[in-house]
């Protein structure tokens, strides 16, 4: 069974730092687009940032551009959220998802379209207090 575990999130000051973890289980992790979004109340679901995990491209929305970075450790069938001077504007549920068997090309043309994705972790939340 294809199954991504999240970990990480909270409450932290705006300024402040987190890091979100995605541990993928349940089939071959080689090649996938994995990526993260976030849902604020009442909003819908956006994508945050992407990365193929058989390569090294990324993809970062504007709003999270030079303060999330996005990695993989393949040895560890993990994917990582890397999220600095985080703004109020931050606070919402975040959810990893995957694309498994894809490639870089697929990654690319999927973009961060939600119905892309197959497969969704349980989600984390994040709140950040100004």
């Known amino acids: 069974q294809v199954q991504l575990v999240q970990s990480g999130g909270g409450s932290v000051q705006a300024g402040g730092s987190l890091r979100l973890s995605c541990a993928a289980s349940?089939?071959?992790?080689?090649?996938?687009?994995m990526g993260w979004f976030r849902q604020a109340p009442g909003e819908e679901r956006e994508g945050v940032a992407r990365?193929?995990?058989?390569?090294?491209?990324?993809y970062y929305a504007d709003s999270v551009k030079g303060r999330f970075t996005i990695t993989a450790d393949n040895a560890k069938n993990t994917v990582y959220l890397q999220m600095n001077s985080l703004k109020p504007e931050d606070t919402a549920m975040y959810y990893c998802?995957?694309?498994?068997?894809?490639?870089?090309?697929?990654?690319?043309?999927?973009?961060?379209?939600?119905?892309?994705?197959?497969?969704w972790g349980q989600g984390t939340q994040v709140t950040v207090s100004s």
């Open positions: 349940g089939y071959t992790y080689s090649n996938n687009c």
């Open positions: 990365i193929y995990t058989g390569g090294t491209s990324t």
């Open positions: 998802a995957a694309r498994p068997y894809s490639t870089d090309d697929d990654c690319r043309r999927f973009g961060m379209k939600t119905f892309q994705y197959n497969t």
